[in-house]
């Protein structure tokens, strides 16, 4: 999709690295996004089935809008100029239940992460797989704002073996 591919290979060494962490807070009309790593931090907060225009600082526009169909399921698609074009950004985050080696209930959240170039029309998609851990509120604050004490919480941590993966992003 014309990423440079030494960029491509400083995100997976960071990834192999440094653990991702994603907050994620999922209500009936919102989703909080937090996510921490060693490439980037990011703050991401929308209002479900609402379109959300950004400029960023060198002056381009981005555009964010999420749709979710449960609690356990968001969609958030983001589209902004590029060096190589206009890119579409479609994120599929799903919160699973699968059963462990001891037949034990775990949870899972499934990210499906597919960038499209739109002028090329030429996609890529990866799929990883984290695993939940514990947070507080004070993980899914943003600066300046203080705690949420009623939100619905599901958080999780990216598992460092990538238990799947297609290409890196």
């Known amino acids: 999709m014309g990423v440079n591919e030494l960029a491509i290979e400083a995100h997976e060494k960071g990834d192999a690295e440094t653990d991702t962490i994603n907050y994620i807070v999922l209500t009936d009309t919102t989703v909080k996004i937090k996510k921490s790593s060693r490439v980037n931090d990011l703050w991401v907060e929308l209002t479900l089935g609402q379109t959300e225009r950004k400029r960023l600082s060198d002056g381009r526009t981005k555009t964010s809008s999420a749709v979710s169909d449960n609690l356990r399921h968001v969609k958030i698609i983001s589209s902004m100029p590029t060096i190589n074009g206009n890119a579409t950004v479609t994120d599929v985050k ?76």
Do not use: C, W, Y
């Open 94 to 169: 799903t919160l699973l239940k699968d059963v462990d080696k001891d037949g034990g209930a775990i949870s899972l959240l499934k990210q499906e992460l597919t960038v499209k170039n739109e002028l090329t029309n030429k996609s890529h998609t990866t799929t990883r797989f984290f695993v939940p851990h514990e947070m507080d509120d004070e993980d899914i604050t943003p600066p300046g704002s203080e705690p949420n004490q009623n939100s619905r919480e599901n958080n999780d941590k990216e598992k460092g073996d990538k238990a799947a993966k297609e290409d890196g992003d």
